[in-house]
């Protein structure tokens, strides 16, 4: 787990979690870089990974420079020595040992977890000031970074015009850190930051948790009750003390309201819609999944009879997973949007496939106590959402 030193997961997400920033010195006690400055870059020569260039600085406001990949060897060969940044996102979908850095997360929930994204920067490099409408931890995963943060004037309002980026124009600094290899910076929302590469080699990793606007909720839900095909009608207020026959009374209003309340307070109905939403998968992760459709599967027994000999599971780094209950304490599992048929299946299975990322084949096996519970096992191995483990799982 990640390290909190003085202070317990409790404690910080009563005290900070989508609260206050939290310098977390040595978060990864001895950290050992996962991916070097070329292999990065080489990811970023492929289609299969989400990456950007930012080009510029602050005493430069004017010539801020985004580009997006996939780039060519070219596109390196031709940068400046200094002040630039390459990120690439999705890292943790492809790369298992940065996926498995995630498990040191898992005191928060895994369905609001977005993505891992690496960045690299020589001397100077930076994104510009900014803020995010959701959550971020950055380690620091080689060299040295130097982060100001300031709560003021993070709204739209506050964004230079007529540049390729999102940055603040107006960042007045009330908090600076120097974060070393192994520290950890968590960053709430609403909160501007603006971090600068001291050395060469400058590594981070940003673990992002996904914000939810509410407009994107109400879109979702409006499409899923279109999907099911709910009935559910507007009923008029009482018209007896009508006064103008042109008028939108206020207990019309209410009526409306009602109406979609009804909607919402319906527990089976909202809780279904909220565990596919939470559990979707977006366009890049939909690719990758698809990626590996044309890999040879193999049958049943021979899938159990592998499994009795290697030491772990592994869900798919591109799936998403998570469970609910409904009032009667029914486990419900949604997988990358769609609510799964788990009739039958052991609720402690259910749990156990979406609390671990990676599991040793002994335990699940302990969990399965019915045919039924090894037919949904093997069934999530055909359809690639768990998979015989590339590395032994933290």
């Not at 930012?54 to 940068?79: C, Y």
């Not at 909160?191 to 994107?216: I, K, N, Q």
């Not at 709910?230 to 042109?246: A, M």
């Not at 055909?382 to 799982?393: G, K, P, T, Y």
Request: negative net charge; proline residues 4%.
């Amino acid at each position: 787990m990640l390290n909190l030193d003085n202070i317990t997961h409790k404690q910080f997400l009563k005290k900070y979690w989508q609260k206050k920033p939290l310098l977390i010195k040595q978060g990864f006690p001895n950290f050992q870089n996962i991916i070097e400055p070329d292999e990065l870059a080489g990811l970023a020569l492929e289609e299969d990974f989400e990456s950007r260039m930012v080009i510029g600085h602050m005493g430069d406001k004017g010539n801020w420079q985004l580009k997006t990949g996939p780039f060519r060897e070219e596109d390196f060969a031709s940068l400046p020595k200094e002040n630039w940044t390459l990120l690439v996102n999705g890292v943790d979908r492809l790369i298992p040992e940065v996926g498995n850095l995630l498990n040191h997360f898992n005191f928060l929930p895994q369905w609001r977890v977005d993505d891992v994204m690496i960045s690299y920067a020589p001397i100077g490099g930076s994104v510009g000031p900014h803020f995010d409408v959701y959550d971020v931890f950055l380690l620091q995963g080689k060299g040295r970074r130097k982060w100001t943060l300031t709560t003021k004037g993070c709204h739209e309002e506050n964004y230079e015009q007529n540049i390729p980026l999102r940055l603040m124009k107006k960042f007045e600094v009330e908090q600076m850190f120097i974060l070393d290899e192994g520290d950890v910076l968590y960053i709430p929302p609403y909160v501007g930051h603006h971090g600068v590469a001291l050395t060469d080699d400058c590594m981070t990793y940003s673990f992002g948790y996904r914000g939810y606007a509410t407009r994107e909720l109400w879109d979702s839900f409006g499409e899923h009750i279109a999907e099911k095909e709910v009935k559910n009608y507007y009923q008029d207020p009482d018209w007896s003390d009508l006064h103008g026959t042109g008028e939108i009374t206020e207990a019309s209003i209410a009526q409306a309201r009602i109406a979609l309340k009804k909607l919402i307070d319906d527990p089976e109905l909202f809780g279904q819609w909220f565990g596919s939403f939470v559990t979707e998968l977006d366009q890049s992760a939909q690719a990758q999944y698809g990626m590996s459709e044309g890999d040879e599967r193999l049958d049943k027994v021979s899938f159990f009879a592998e499994l009795e000999m290697v030491a772990c599971l592994e869900r798919s780094a591109v799936c998403r997973f998570a469970y609910g209950k409904d009032v009667d304490g029914i486990y419900a599992l949604f997988i990358n949007g769609d609510k799964q048929n788990v009739e039958g299946i052991s609720a402690n299975l259910i749990q156990f496939i979406c609390d671990e990322r990676g599991f040793y084949s002994d335990k699940i096996m302990a969990l399965c106590h019915s045919v039924e519970d090894k037919d949904f096992i093997f069934a999530l191995y055909q359809e690639l959402m768990i998979d015989f483990a590339e590395i032994e799982r933290a």
